[in-house]
Nanobody, 123 residues
Framework: QVQLVESGGGLVQAGGSLRLSCVASGGIAGRDVMGWYRQVPGNVRELVAGINRDGDTTYGDAVKGRFTISRDNAKNTVYLQMNKLKPEDTAVYYC?????????????????WGQGTQVTVSS
């Protein structure tokens, strides 16, 4: 089982930037793909971004061109650099790690989850 701890959330004005971090421990085989999802109360959790061990990435349509995911395998850490933030980016952001292929990021069914970190963007 992979344990995930997120950090870096907070309050920022529209147009600003934040960087989220997620440190993984345990379950090395379960970290082929790491990424971020977000959820607003009452809505389905949605994909933000994912990255595999080779550096291949995938992004949700709402964040393409504004957010960048990266990964430091030596530090067991995945990062999400969020630029040009909008009020609609306000959500709880969850880190996820899973075995297998990056294409599985379209499903919420797989892997381990962090506790989440709140991101609030004021207008």
């Amino acid at each position: 089982q992979v344990q995930l701890v997120e950090s870096g959330g907070g309050l920022v004005q529209a147009g600003g930037s934040l960087r989220l971090s997620c440190v993984a421990s345990g379950g090395i085989a379960g970290r082929d793909v790491m990424g971020w999802y977000r959820q607003v109360p009452g809505n389905v959790r949605e994909l933000v971004a994912g990255i595999n061990r080779d550096g291949d990435t995938t992004y949700g349509d709402a964040v393409k061109g504004r957010f960048t995911i990266s990964r430091d395998n030596a530090k067991n850490t995945v990062y999400l650099q969020m630029n040009k933030l909008k009020p609609e980016d306000t959500a709880v952001y969850y880190c996820n790690a899973r075995p297998g292929l990056i294409g599985t990021m379209t499903s919420l069914r797989f892997g381990s989850w962090g506790q989440g970190t709140q991101v609030t963007v004021s207008s």
